[in-house]
């Protein structure tokens, strides 16, 4: 199943919060498609027996206290980046409706 | 071209008074700006850099010791959160971004008196290896300016190889140090995974994302390196420091008993035949030093590639779904409703790579794939780790090429991202595994720098740069 219609182009970018262009849909569809084309070779490999690997530390359950640290900053250095705010909160878009 | 001294004689001079930090970082911007065609630098730190430099004059001057790098200039790839400047990752989603806290390895290099003057380009988000996937403009290599640096941190080798500063950082997720060092001509390393904090740098693959120098020797790698590692509160899949660091020790490594392999699915006959020979000029080269050599093979190697345009597109898209334009970045003010504005916000502000991989990403994630794609990568990643595991159970070391070609022409490799992809083919399997691996210059190709690839166990960093080091030394 990897060459993908024009419609599931579409519903991936709708997932992926994207909007495409009519050209882009066109060049998505190829391209995803020789992508995934690709990496189909990997279903012919023995892996019988292995177990999926998540992370290469080693490290399990890595922990620290539920402490407030402070780093010196204040909520206003922390909110410059944002758009839209209102009494020190992030404000944004009306959700419904 | 000019060359800096070591590191380590900068610092001296510096706390001895016999140079100045401010003549050096001085130097380091006159540089900048000679070379600005190149277009290696997204943005200067003039007066942050100038200012950090006049006090460490005075603290020089009120005999104050200072660290290990004291007015040591660097430039760091611009996925890196530096306080008080713009950090864009060369996407026009992150335009007009201001770091508000600053990464580790920043916060450690300048503890020990670096002073960072200059943020060098990438491909937007690191993803790519040839800098033309910067939402900005593509730099071009030292050696031809008909031709790409590598990537995705060719911004920083192209600044180390013009003499702009000492030494630079970057990011690897699949070779993104490697391939530059390679195709720029000068050393790039990329840690075991872990040893250095990812804190404040612009996540890509989380489980592969890696941070290293980019310098003109072993020598210098090593001391940023080991300024660097270690483990870290703000990154909780950091390891500890080797006990003993990475600073080199004056006794060069003795090759003897030392056994190395060279890779057999990197050297067959489709790799290019210059490339081919200078690797095996340096394989004869450890020989006679010393060193047992021997061929070795890890069969699924092959694959790695494969693995890696799984696993790395999944956690890219789960990575930059935070990109929304509602904390910061690009913005669209008109937006009807918050879907139209994430919408419209990413459309506008993400490049075709990061599109391609958000959604490739979104595909091998979904319900219904996850199975096949995912899964599937995750577990032939394993047999990956288990033929390196099987592997140094027989030798020291493996040694390979960095990359199959040398620096490809610009807008050669553009029409077929696939083909892209493969400037990679040797350099994720390090990745996947989460190994150590170096690449230093080995000879010319054509004109045109070749690397030499080495690679360790985990946590043999030090070793690892050891060989790097005596392996230079022979080929010098």
New interface residues.
């Given amino acids: 199943m990897s060459q993908l219609s024009r419609d599931d182009v579409l519903k991936l970018a709708s997932l992926a919060r994207l909007s495409l262009g009519d050209d882009e849909v066109e060049q998505y569809q190829k391209e995803l498609s020789s992508i995934l084309a690709y990496v189909e070779q990997l279903s012919t490999v023995d892996t019988e027996g292995l177990a999926p690997t998540n992370q290469v530390t080693g490290l399990t359950n890595v922990m620290r206290d539920d402490q407030v640290q402070s780093y010196g900053y204040e909520p206003r250095d922390l909110l410059n980046n944002v758009p839209m705010t209102e009494k020190n909160q992030l404000k944004v878009k009306r959700m419904i409706g | 071209m000019s060359a800096w001294k070591p590191i380590t004689q900068l610092a001296a001079d510096v706390q001895a008074g016999r140079t100045k930090a401010v003549d050096l970082v001085e130097r380091s911007l006159a540089a900048i700006a000679e070379h600005e065609e190149y277009k290696a630098i997204i943005a200067t730190l003039n007066e942050t850099a100038k200012s950090r430099a006049k006090v460490i004059d005075e603290q020089v001057a009120n005999g104050v010791k200072l660290g290990r790098l004291a007015g040591v200039p660097f430039i760091a790839k611009d996925n890196f959160l530096v306080f008080g400047a713009e950090t864009t990752a060369a996407s026009n989603i992150l335009r007009?971004?201001?770091a508000?806290?600053q990464s580790t390895a920043i916060e450690r290099l300048e503890a020990e008196g670096a002073i960072c003057v200059a943020k060098a380009n990438l491909d937007a988000f690191a993803h790519g290896s040839s800098t033309e996937n910067s939402d900005f403009f593509t730099t071009l290599n030292p050696h031809d300016k008909t031709r790409v640096p590598g990537g995705s941190s060719g911004g920083s080798g192209a600044a180390v190889v013009l003499g702009l500063a000492p030494f630079a950082l970057g990011s690897d997720t699949g070779g993104s140090i490697r391939l530059p060092a390679s195709f720029t001509g000068c050393v790039g390393y990329k840690p075991t995974?872990?040893l250095v904090s990812r804190s404040g740098v612009v996540a890509m693959g989380s489980?592969l994302d890696t941070i290293g120098p980019l310098a003109m020797g072993v020598e210098d790698a090593a001391l940023v390196l080991d300024v660097m590692a270690g483990k870290d509160?703000l990154d909780?899949?950091t390891?500890a420091k080797d006990p003993a660091g990475y600073v080199l020790p004056t006794q060069a490594l003795d090759l003897t008993g030392v056994t190395i392999g060279v890779i057999q699915e990197y050297m067959t006959d489709a790799l290019s035949p210059p490339i081919k020979s200078e690797v095996e000029s340096a394989v004869a080269k450890l020989r006679a030093a010393g060193a047992k050599i021997t061929q070795v093979s890890l069969p699924?190697l092959p694959?790695g590639l494969?693995?890696y345009?799984?696993l790395c597109p999944a956690e890219v898209?789960s990575n930059l779904?935070r990109y929304?334009?509602?904390?910061?970045?690009s913005?669209t003010?008109d937006?009807?409703?918050?879907?139209?504005?994430?919408?419209?916000t990413?459309?506008t502000g993400?490049g075709?790579e990061a599109?391609?991989r958000?959604?490739?990403g979104?595909?091998?994630l979904?319900s219904g794939?996850y199975d096949?794609?995912y899964?599937?990568?995750?577990?032939?990643?394993?047999?990956i780790?288990?033929e390196f595991a099987a592997v140094f159970n027989k030798v020291d070391y493996l040694l390979g090429p960095t990359a199959p070609m040398t620096a490809f022409k610009i807008g050669e490799n553009t029409t077929?991202?696939?083909q892209m992809?493969l400037a990679d083919i040797m350099t994720v399997s390090a990745n996947l595994?989460?190994v150590p691996a170096i690449s230093i210059p080995c000879g010319l190709a054509s004109g045109l720098p070749v690397g030499l690839q080495l690679i360790a166990p985990?946590h043999a960093d030090r070793k690892l740069l050891q060989l790097a080091q005596k392996t230079e030394e022979l080929l010098s």
């Fill in positions: 007009g971004f201001t508000p806290y995974y872990g489980s509160p909780s899949t390891i699924s694959l494969a693995v345009y799984v898209s779904s929304d334009g509602q904390r910061y970045g913005f003010a937006a009807q409703n918050l879907f139209d504005s994430y919408t419209r990413r459309e993400f075709a599109k391609r958000i959604m490739v979104t595909y091998v979904s794939y096949a794609y899964k599937k990568a995750q577990t032939v990643r394993t047999k780790i288990n077929d991202p696939l992809y595994a989460g985990q």
